[in-house]
């Protein structure tokens, strides 16, 4: 076994680049002068029948530890799967969130017309019945966002099929 260079992701994690010779970190991807900080260059010796897959950072941030030490092929090979689906449900959350986020914002700028309406409508009446129509529409869209989540947040970890299928634009 010799001593390589190994490119490390933090944030999903994983090792995504090796070679003997130094590997050039990433730059910031926001052109920031610097390193991006969810990548890490480490120089260690790795034992060729472990898969890559099994090594995370440690604790500290400055080696590699197998993290399935002692497992046979066949359960590394189950618990990097569960690994993987938990990474894609958690990403696949939080990208219907901002779906349905994105869905109730839209909604709330559609009505923001009737706001300036139901002022001069209350003006002219010398009530407020206008305008309390426009808040209760907006509660309305609030609720149904507030409702879709949690229906979003009820998806047990392990059902990445009712991920899937969860449809974040139907209010």
């Known amino acids: ?18 070679d003997e010779e130094v590997i050039p970190t990433k730059q910031h991807p926001d052109g920031v002068t610097g390193d991006d900080p969810n990548f890490i260059v480490i120089r ?5 029948a472990v898969p890559l897959t099994s090594w995370k950072l440690n604790a500290a941030g400055n080696a590699f530890e197998d993290i399935h030490a002692g497992k046979s092929d066949e359960e590394r090979v189950a618990l990097n799967l569960a690994e993987s689906e ?3 449900f958690a990403g696949m959350k939080d990208d219907k969130r901002g779906q349905i986020k994105a869905e109730a914002k839209a909604f709330l700028e559609e009505i923001e017309w009737k706001v ?15 305008m309390t129509a426009v808040a209760n529409e907006k509660k309305a869209i609030r609720d ?3 409702a879709k989540e ?9 059902d990445i099929a009712s991920m899937i299928a969860f449809q974040p634009k139907e209010f």
């Open 1 to 18: 076994m010799a001593l390589k260079y190994y490119l490390y992701r933090k944030d999903p994690s994983c090792i995504i680049d090796q």
């Open 44 to 48: 260690q010796d790795l034992d060729p």
């Open 86 to 88: 938990a990474i894609l």
């Open 116 to 130: 300036e309406r139901a002022k001069e409508e209350d003006l002219l009446n010398g009530n407020n019945a206008a």
């Open 144 to 146: 149904a966002n507030n």
């Open 150 to 158: 949690a229906a979003l947040d009820a998806i047990p970890s392990t």
